[in-house]
């Protein structure tokens, strides 16, 4: 029996040597990090990890709002001609619970200059696509932030971008990886 324990022991300190068995360490992104990287690498975070990135950006809306935004704020929105950071939001802000009040936004989501929204479903942002996903943040963000156009605004994909959201001249351009760490509040996160 001992020489039993004795070999099942030395094959997996073998094993894990050889990098079986155990999985590598890796150092957590934090909320910056994740928004410059590709969306994908979110979509195979846990939930948990979106989770706790969404609350950072929650925390450094919070932080950041009103101020110039000469230094780089996660939403950016322009406002009688200069750029701010946009009102923060609390981290309970269910951004996919689109507001419905009074007069619909008018969204229009075709590429212009920027990339096209993908429209299949995504387990990571909660069964929507990410153009689903997109127009209720857009509808939540620009009332939340008491932006009210007259006509259309833009919804731009922003792949990458150091920001989290910008509006900016009739545009609102939504950073995909934001999209991940907003669906991780919700349902799932109570």
């Known amino acids: 029996m001992r020489c039993w324990v004795a070999t099942l022991l030395l ?16 150092a957590s992104l934090n909320a910056r990090q994740a928004l410059t990287s590709a969306p994908e690498i979110l979509e195979f975070e846990s939930p948990a990890t979106r989770l706790e990135l969404f609350r950072e ?5 919070e932080a950041e709002a009103g101020q ?6 996660l939403f950016p929105v322009s406002q009688e001609g200069e750029l701010i950071a946009a009102p923060g939001f609390e981290s309970r802000l269910d951004l996919l619970q689109s507001p419905d009040a009074g007069a619909p936004l ?18 990571g942002l909660q ?21 009210a156009p007259s006509g259309s605004v833009q919804v731009e994909r922003a792949a990458g971008a ?12 939504i950073n ?11 349902p799932a996160s109570m």
Do not use: K, N
């Open 11 to 26: 094959s997996l300190v073998a094993l894990t040597g050889c990098g079986v068995g155990g999985a590598p360490v890796r």
């Open 57 to 61: 950006v929650a925390r450094l809306s």
């Open 68 to 73: 110039a935004a000469q230094a780089l704020v």
């Open 106 to 123: 008018q969204l229009g989501f075709e590429g212009r200059a920027g990339e096209r929204w993908p429209e299949d479903r995504r387990e």
């Open 127 to 147: 069964g929507l696509s990410e153009r689903e996903a997109a127009e209720l943040v857009a509808r939540t963000l620009l009332a939340h932030w008491q932006i």
């Open 162 to 173: 150091p920001y989290a959201v910008a509006y900016v001249d009739g545009i609102l351009r």
């Open 176 to 186: 995909p990886a934001f999209l991940y760490m907003a669906a991780a509040y919700g």
